[in-house]
T-cell receptor, first 114, second 114 residues
Framework: AQSVTQLGSHVSVSEGALVLLRCNYS??????LFWYVQYPNQGLQLLLK??????LVKGINGFEAEFKKSETSFHLTKPSAHMSDAAEYFC????????????FGAGTQVVVTP | EAQVTQNPRYLITVTGKKLTVTCSQN?????MSWYRQDPGLGLRQIYY???????DKGDVPEGYKVSRKEKRNFPLILESPSPNQTSLYFC?????????????FGPGTRLTVL
């Protein structure tokens, strides 16, 4: 069975500072990993995904994530936070490329301060 | 415009009164899914469908039904709603194996069961 743990339900970051959101997973087979963003009163938007190949994945809005199998992690980073990055972020894992059975983490709320 | 639509967006009902939340996508996606979002729990998958007439349970299917008679539609049915089904519901669709921009979420349906 797969599961996802996001460390920190709330993260506060200064504008221009590094954004680091932590995600650890467990999976009995090679996982497919995703990060989503949810802006207030909106649905989720896919930021990036890892399936196979290069372990450093680049997504939209300047975000990237690195798949580390030895650490069972898929942390999300952005070098310089912008006010528009304030949102809730979800890590998710699936055991199939068709995103059939998708397991989400509890989410991390990001606050960006001036 | 490519989109996933849900109706209604807001619904207040009473215990035991059957209701249906509709979901429709105009992208000819094979895969569709329903989630519920609750504070501190992230999104939990209710049901998903890999194609017409192919559905499977997610993590929290109890009290819900779905059907996939047409590729574009994936309604969520609550035969006898209860207060613990008060939640924010999202429908999603995707094309398996697609690029980062091929996962779409609907705008959400906020359901209150009294």
């Amino acid at each position: 069975a797969q599961s996802v743990t996001q460390l920190g339900s709330h993260v506060s970051v200064s504008e221009g500072a590094l954004v680091l959101l932590r995600c650890n997973y467990s999976s009995s087979v090679p996982p497919y990993l995703f990060w989503y963003v949810q802006y207030p009163n909106q649905g989720l938007q896919l930021l990036l995904k890892y399936t196979t190949g290069a372990t450093l994945v680049k997504g939209i809005n300047g975000f990237e994530a690195e798949f580390k199998k030895s650490e069972t992690s898929f942390h999300l980073t952005k070098p310089s936070a912008h006010m528009s990055d304030a949102a809730e972020y979800f890590c998710a894992v699936s055991e199939s490329d068709s995103w059939g059975k998708l397991q989400f983490g509890a989410g991390t709320q990001v606050v960006v301060t001036p | 415009e490519a989109q996933v639509t849900q109706n209604p967006r807001y619904l207040i009902t009473v215990t035991g009164k059957k209701l249906t939340v509709t979901c429709s996508q105009n992208m000819n996606h094979e895969y569709m899914s329903w989630y519920r979002q609750d504070p501190g729990l992230g999104l939990r998958q209710i049901y998903y469908s890999m194609n017409v007439e192919v559905t499977d349970k997610g993590d929290v299917p109890e009290g819900y039904k779905v059907s996939r008679k047409e590729k574009r539609n994936f309604p969520l049915i609550l035969e006898s709603p209860s207060p613990n089904q008060t939640s924010l519901y999202f429908c999603a669709s995707s094309k398996p194996g697609g690029s980062v921009d091929t996962q779409y979420f609907g705008p959400g349906t906020r359901l209150t069961v009294l």
